[in-house]
């Protein structure tokens, strides 16, 4: 079965640098999407790329935050200089249709711990 | 944006069916209802969508009254690997680009004993 994949699985990194984080999207699939959770918080939405441009983004997505589908196959998401508030669980998610199903698949994540 | 309303937790038993209701009072003649499954420190799963009457998949069974504000999580006969927040959420049907912003609440913390 298809999957959504994301590297790395967890990163550590000293608040201010910058880390960026890939996801390889499900090869068919035309809308992509970032979102992460905070520990024991909700599943939040960051950011949906769709067409070579960002659709739609969060007020968490602020000018720290970036992405990028640099080839055919990888979506990026770069935060430019970290927080302690950035440690959270980064998911990467997409989808072939982007109208009126709901169906998103989610990669495993990439868990983003600062100093 | 509808909101929705769900149990924090529920806790089963193993071999029992479980039901979840999830309330959408606002619920707008374009949404869907979609039913998520997360595991710790994985990503949620998508486990079904409807949006009226009675949807049936492989992993569960989806009831829609007919006013649609609420809804029925069915998880016939769940084992110990059912454990697991289980979410409900309303998607707004597109007919254009630029794809779904799915908005996550808490969900339902789902406990299955033995």
């Known amino acids: 079965e298809p999957e959504v994949t994301q590297t790395p699985s967890h990163q550590v990194t000293q608040m201010g640098q910058e880390v960026i984080l890939r996801c390889v999207p499900i090869s068919n699939h035309l809308y992509f999407y970032w979102y992460r959770q905070i520990l024991g918080q909700k599943v939040e939405f960051l950011v949906s790329?769709?067409?070579?441009?960002?659709?739609?983004k969060s007020e968490i997505f602020d000018d720290q935050f970036s992405v990028e589908r640099p080839d055919g196959s990888n979506f990026t998401l770069k935060i430019r200089s970290t927080k302690l508030e950035d440690s959270a669980m980064y998911f990467c998610?997409?989808?072939?249709?982007?109208?009126?199903?709901?169906?998103?698949?989610f990669g495993e994540g990439s868990r983003l711990t600062v100093l | 944006l509808a909101k929705t309303t769900q149990p924090i937790s529920m806790d089963s038993y193993e071999g029992q069916e479980v039901n979840i209701t999830c309330s959408h009072n606002?619920?707008?003649?374009?949404?869907?209802i979609t039913w998520y499954q997360q595991f710790p420190s994985q990503g949620p799963r998508f486990i079904i969508q409807g949006y009226k009457t009675k949807v049936t998949n492989e992993v569960a069974s989806l009831f829609i009254p007919a006013d649609r504000k609420s809804s029925t999580l069915s998880l016939p006969r769940v084992s110990l690997s059912d454990t697991a927040v289980y979410y409900c959420?309303?998607?707004?049907?597109?007919?254009?680009?630029?794809?779904?912003?799915?908005?996550f609440g808490t969900g339902t913390q789902l406990k299955v004993e033995l």
């Open positions: 790329f769709y067409n070579n441009e960002i659709s739609e």
């Open positions: 998610a997409s989808s072939e249709l982007g109208g009126n199903t709901g169906e998103l698949f």
């Open positions: 959420l309303v998607v707004t049907g597109r007919l254009t680009g630029g794809g779904n912003k799915l908005t």
């Open positions: 606002n619920i707008a003649t374009n949404d869907y």
